[in-house]
């Protein structure tokens, strides 16, 4: 069975410090994708970061890097800097390759408060 | 450049009521998924829509249903509410039939409340 898990349901980060939200994946897929997303207060998810399962390198888009582990299937968020606009929930996911469609799996989420 | 946007943003409706729920996609997408979210939970996938047709479906009874438009917007219908269908209903579009690596774009979704 193909499965998200995120074990953090809450985290504090102080501001301008760096934080890690971790997420372990479970697939028997040889390709996937692997999806970080953000949810602030008003319900809308935003994407932050993408991992193929075949990319030699960690993805990096901003202050937001993945460290990217697949023999050990983690695909853990890492936020440098932090800054109060990050306090929001964070959600790791997956598409399988075969899927190439809609369908996400998420995780349950990590509620991350950054306190100034 | 509008993004996804859904209509309407809050719904109380009672058991055993049918539900209309309505999603734009982003300017051009023409590819429409639906998720449900309940409280403390991540997204579910519903199912997918592209070209007017049903091409992917999650783990949901048939009381759920969709269509999507020739304008490339859609609808959600869930039919003989149960209190369990409480949740927030978001939807994310795209464009094209997807490669693994394609992100989508959400919503901020409908909050239904199921009395």
């Known amino acids: 069975a193909q499965k998200i898990t995120q074990t953090q349901p809450g985290m504090f980060v102080q501001e301008k410090e760096a934080v890690t939200l971790d997420c372990t994946y479970d697939t028997s897929d040889p390709s996937y994708g692997l999806f970080w997303y953000k949810q602030p207060s008003s319900g809308e998810m935003i994407f932050l970061i993408y991992q193929g399962s075949y990319d030699q390198q960690n993805a990096t888009e901003g202050r937001y890097s993945l460290n990217f582990q697949k023999a050990r299937k983690s695909a853990n968020l890492v936020i440098s800097a932090s800054q109060l606009g990050d306090s929001a929930m964070y959600f790791c996911a997956m598409r399988p390759i075969y899927n190439q469609g809609g369908k996400l799996i998420f995780g349950q989420g990590t509620e991350l408060s950054v306190k100034p | ?115």
């Open chain 2, 1 to 115: 450049d509008a993004g996804v946007t859904q209509s309407p943003t809050h719904l109380i409706k009672t058991r055993g009521q049918q539900v209309t729920l309505r999603c734009s996609p982003k300017s051009g997408h023409d590819t429409v998924s639906w998720y449900q979210q309940a409280l403390g939970q991540g997204p579910q996938f519903i199912f997918q829509y592209y070209e007017e047709e049903e091409r992917q479906r999650g783990n949901f009874p048939d009381r759920f249903s969709g269509h999507q438009f020739p304008n490339y917007s859609s609808e959600l219908n869930v039919n003989a509410l149960l209190l369990g269908d409480s949740a927030l209903y978001l939807c994310a579009s795209s464009w094209g039939h997807l490669a693994t690596n394609e992100k989508l774009f959400f919503g901020s979704g409908t909050q239904l409340s199921v009395l």
